[in-house]
């Protein structure tokens, strides 16, 4: 779930980011087990291949995780560890990822209640938690939006949340293991040093 890049500098980042993928996995995984429904109906948005046909009578889920332009973002916690000539950097941040759904189906506006009900939940929350996601909890609710296609109208409920999702980054670099500190007395005619100092 970590990423690790290295730069041309020779500084090797790690990061807890998600990718988009592993953001959209996580939260399929959820609707599945809340909605106790097979994989194929829980479907991600703007799919590679396309996206498949169902009927006016089918329950379908559609999935759109994008990150949000939040002013939390924008914050940033540093600490600084050392051991030996390594210097350790870690930046810990939020990001924000707005979750919508678009439900389709006889059954999708209260399938959209269920949902939300579910992401108060305990066992839901700790499922989050394993990818270092936190619900936010102020949350609107489902809204039914029918759609006319094909001089039919389909049933569509719409809901969205948001997720705080908790990055740990950090940067290894080289530090300076010792420092070198000449004393002079002041007679100028010395000219060796009285003392080198080196931290412990």
């Known amino acids: 779930m970590s990423t690790t890049t290295t730069f041309s500098s020779g500084q090797t980042l790690t990061s807890s980011a998600l990718t988009q993928t592993e953001a959209e996995n996580a939260i399929q995984s959820l609707l599945v087990q809340v909605l106790d429904v097979p994989g194929s109906t829980v479907r991600p948005s703007w799919p590679t291949a396309g996206a498949p046909a169902f009927d006016i009578t089918d329950d379908v889920c559609f999935l759109k995780a994008t990150l949000s332009n939040d002013r939390v973002n924008r914050s940033r916690d540093t600490a600084h560890t050392g ?56 949350m609107d609710d489902p809204r039914r939006l029918p759609e006319l296609f094909a001089s039919q109208w389909w049933e569509r409920s719409d809901f969205s949340f948001r997720l705080n999702e908790l990055v740990t980054e950090t940067t290894t670099v080289p530090s300076i293991a010792s420092v070198e500190i ?10 060796q040093p009285v003392a080198v100092i080196t931290p412990q």
């Open 182 to 191: 000449d004393l002079f007395t002041q007679d100028t005619s010395v000219s």
């Open 83 to 138: 051991s030996g000539e390594t210097l350790t950097v870690t930046v810990t941040y939020l990001r924000v990822w707005d979750i919508g759904l678009a439900l389709y189906g006889p059954n999708s506006f209260d399938r959209a209640r269920l949902i939300k009900s579910a992401l108060l939940m305990g066992w839901t929350q700790r499922s989050l938690a394993t990818n270092n996601l936190a619900l936010v909890l102020d």
